[in-house]
């Protein structure tokens, strides 16, 4: 008797302990964070009322649920209550050290050595992605006249400046430096136009953008007049563009994309890049899935989409494994690609975030020229898989901030919150966003014909 009743306490507590809920995050009882919030985020049992702190949660038809606590600074006690237990976690708050705020000292200027090639050159000295007005190569010489934190202020020329890296120059030794200006040249070819630049040594160089030109200046600091050297483009209507640089000669060529016959794709090369993968999981949804599994499955039902409308594929992973940024954009570009498109699911961010409003698509460019491509795939995709339009944003994403190709990053539902996990966990999701961003595609390649 005794035997039995110990089997059915511990049957009962079972079942309301292990079954209860599945708590993706937070994944310890007890946490130390730096974050402004704490999330909760799980999967409840059938007809289980969950309340965190006293606050009643949501939970989807599917079991899904997310909640934020707002954090204050040390000890916080929260008290996290499914129908029949009470579980307290205990998150601390660790408070941030106040980042001393760094002051400008000028110095007499000097020569420096720019390390490796694709260095930012900035317009504000501070590690913020949107601020990169250039990206030098190795081997360009600067002229540096003050320094903020951890940048170098470089003199562009006697009204523009910029800001590099401490760390991403060396100071050069030698004496008197004088480079000297060659030659400039413009052709034009049926699809692209190349113009060329010639010094005797490198120099910087940055890329501006107006409604329909793009200018092409290097400079010269170590001249005593005015030194910049503008090569003004007419900007085509859908177009991205290259620079290349060996010694002192840039070379700067400008693509328009393909024309494709209506509804095809043909001539078109694509890279497909399904995000993450290996031991880089991506986020977590409520209900324990992986990021990296989803965005594979739709990568790959992408590119065969796409092949049938036509275009040439080239596919950053097609299995699961780890492949760096760098990788990536490289596969890109020695396959000449047009467009590159990676594939994501979305989370949280540690922002004053609402998990039940934060929800649906958004697509992400760097460049201004992929500006409309982002458009159209996003008014495709929501269209395709019925998610909130969270609109096209600007984000300094590694894989989609070359100017060599069309770069967009789709964001296709938030796997921590609630309703998106049910559609994402739709059996038809993966084809249906593939079939979703292949049309924006085709859409934004066949606008304005
Ligand atoms: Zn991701």
């Known amino acids: 008797m005794h035997k039995i009743l110990i089997f059915f306490l511990s049957l009962f507590c079972f079942i309301n302990g292990a079954f209860a809920y599945d708590l993706v995050l937070p994944k310890e009882k007890k946490t130390y964070v730096s974050t402004n919030y704490v999330f909760f985020v799980g999967k409840a049992k059938k007809h289980e009322h969950i309340t965190i702190n006293d606050e009643s949660v949501y939970v989807a038809p599917n079991g899904a649920f997310a909640h934020t606590i707002k954090l204050k600074n040390g000890e916080n006690r929260i008290f996290f209550r499914t129908n029949y237990n009470t579980h307290v976690y205990k998150v601390y708050k660790m408070p941030k050290p106040d980042p001393t705020k760094p002051v400008l000292e000028e110095f007499s200027p000097y020569r420096v050595i720019v390390n490796k090639d694709n260095t930012p050159l900035r317009n504000t000295p501070i590690d913020y992605g949107m601020n990169r007005i250039s990206h030098l190569f190795e081997g360009t010489n600067l002229i540096v006249n003050g320094q903020k934190g951890d940048f170098y202020r470089v003199k562009l020329s006697k009204k523009e400046e910029g800001w590099i890296s401490k760390s991403s120059v060396t100071k050069s030794d030698e004496g008197s430096f004088d480079p000297k200006y060659r030659t400039m040249k413009s052709e034009t070819f049926k699809n692209c136009s190349v113009h060329t630049l010639e010094f005797s040594e490198k120099l910087p160089y940055t890329i501006e953008e107006t409604g329909n030109e793009i200018f092409f200046k290097v400079y010269n600091p170590f001249l005593k007049e005015d030194s910049v050297y503008t090569v003004n483009i007419r900007k085509p209507e859908k177009y991205y563009y290259k620079t290349i640089s060996s010694n002192g000669v840039y070379v700067f060529k400008v693509n328009e994309l393909p024309y494709c016959d209506n509804n095809t794709l043909e001539g078109l090369t694509i890279t497909v890049d399904a995000g993450h993968g290996g031991s880089e999981y991506g986020a977590v949804g409520c209900l324990g899935d992986n990021e990296k599994d989803i965005n594979l499955s739709i990568a790959n039902e992408l590119k065969d989409i796409l092949r049938q409308m036509g275009a040439c594929v080239v596919m950053t992973r097609e299995c699961d494994g780890f492949i760096s940024l760098d990788d990536r954009v490289k596969m890109a570009k020695d396959n000449c690609s047009d467009i590159f498109v990676s594939i994501h699911l979305n989370s949280i ?101």
């Open 349 to 449: 961010p540690d922002i004053k975030f609402d998990v039940h409003k934060n929800r649906g698509t958004s697509v992400y460019y760097y460049n201004p020229n992929s500006k409309n491509l982002a458009k159209y795939v996003e008014e495709s995709v929501t269209s395709a898989i019925c998610t909130k339009k969270e609109g096209i944003k600007t984000a300094s994403f590694a894989v989609i901030r070359p100017t060599d190709y069309l770069g967009i990053l789709v964001e296709n539902a938030y796997m921590t919150n609630p309703m998106d996990t049910m559609i994402y966990k739709s059996e038809n999701f993966p084809r249906n966003t593939a079939r979703g961003i292949a049309e924006g595609i085709l859409n934004y390649v066949n606008s304005d014909k």
